[in-house]
C-alpha cells in the first residue's frame, strides 16, 4: 500500500522555487565543515543505499566469558585512526536470536564510520527491560575496557535493536537519556507508552508483522514517544516481523541517516529525513519534520 504522490505535488513548490533562480549554495561546504564530528564525503542517496560505505572495517569478537552485564557480542569499527574518534551504537537481537541474526548491520553501520557493538544477550529468553540493561552495559564496556575504546567517542551513544531488542533499546533510551539516537526495529514491549524517552527515536514496523503487530507496538510506541527531541516512523511493505534478519536497503539507508543526524550531528543527512522519507517500499511514514 503507497501513498507517495500526494507528498510529491507538495513539494511542487519548493521545486518551482529552486528552479526559478536565485544562487543556490553547494551543500555541505562550510556550515558542514565546522561540524568537529562530520565522517565521511558528503553523502548521496547512491552512498547510504550501497552495500558499503566509505570507511574500511574490521571486527573483533568478545567472549562472554569477558564482560559482565551482557553476553558478549562483535565489535565492528573504522579503521581509519587519522580523523580522530566515532560515535557508536550498541544493537541487541529479538527473542530466541543471537547477534548472527542481526550481523549484516555491523559491517554495513561502521563503514559509514560509526563503531558498532553486536550483542549476545545473557540468555536468549531474556525480556525487553534485560536487553535494555545490557545494551547499556556493552555501551560501557566498549567505551570503558574494549580493546577499541580509544577509537570511540563516550559522549555520542546510540542503541538499537530487534523485536524485543527494540523495545530494550526503547527501555535503554528511557533509563539513560543522555543517548544521542534509538532505533527499535519491529520493537515488541508489553508496555505501550514512553513519553520517558527524550532521544531521537526512529521506529521501523513491518507492515504484515504479526509477532509485534504494528497497530498494538510500533505505532503506539511512536505515538507515545510525546517528549523525543525528534521521532520518526518507517513501515517496511509487505514486512513481515522479520524484516531486520536480513539484509535491507531501506533499514540501512536510515539508520545511517539518523545515526549520522542525531550522533555525529551530521545535518548533510537531514535531506535524507526531511521531508519524511516517502521510498517505494514503505508502506507509511511519519515524522516531526516540519510540516510532517
Ligand atoms: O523478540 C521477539 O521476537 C519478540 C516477539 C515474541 O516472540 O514475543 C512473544 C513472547
Ligand atoms: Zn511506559
Known sequence: MKKNLVRKLKMLPAIVAL???????APGTAAAADNPYERGPDPTEQL????????????????????TGFG?????????????TFGAVAISPGFTADWTSLDWLGPRLASHGFVVIGIDTITRLDQPDSRGRQ??????????????????????????????????SLEAAKSRTSLKAA??????????????????????????????????????????????????????DNGSH?????????????????LK????????????????????GLSDSRGTCPGS
Not at 19 to 25: C, F, I, M, W, Y
Not at 136 to 162: C, E, I, K, M
Open 135 to 168: 545494551l547499556l552495559a556493552a555501551l560501557d564496556y566498549l567505551t570503558q575496557r574494549s580493546s577499541v575504546r580509544s577509537r570511540v567517542d563516550a559522549s555520542r551513544l546510540a542503541v538499537a535493536g530487534h523485536s524485543m531488542g527494540g523495545g530494550g
Open 242 to 258: 522479520f524484516f531486520p534478519n536480513v539484509s535491507n536497503t531501506l533499514v540501512a539507508k536510515y539508520m545511517i541517516s539518523w
Open 183 to 236: 532505533i527499535p526495529l519491529a520493537p515488541w514491549n508489553l508496555d505501550k507508552t514512553w513519553p520517558e524517552v527524550v532521544t531521537p527515536t526512529m521506529i521501523f514496523g513491518g507492515e504484515l508483522d504479526t509477532v509485534a503487530p504494528v497497530s498494538t507496538h510500533a505505532i503506539p510506541f511512536y505515538n507515545s514517544l510525546t517528549n523525543a527531541r525528534e521521532k520518526a516512523y518507517l513501515e517496511i
Open 19 to 25: 528552479a526559478g533562480g536565485g544562487a543556490l549554495v
Open 72 to 84: 558478549g557480542g562483535v565489535i565492528y569499527y573504522p579503521t581509519d585512526t587519522s580523523q580522530g
Open 48 to 67: 547510504i543505499e550501497s552495500a558499503r560505505g566509505p570507511f574500511a572495517t574490521a571486527q573483533t569478537r568478545v567472549s562472554s566469558l569477558s564482560v
Open 261 to 280: 543526524r542525531y550522533v555525529d550531528n551530521d545535518t548533510r543527512y537531514e535531506q535524507f529525513l526531511c521531508p519524511v522519507p516517502d521510498d517505494r
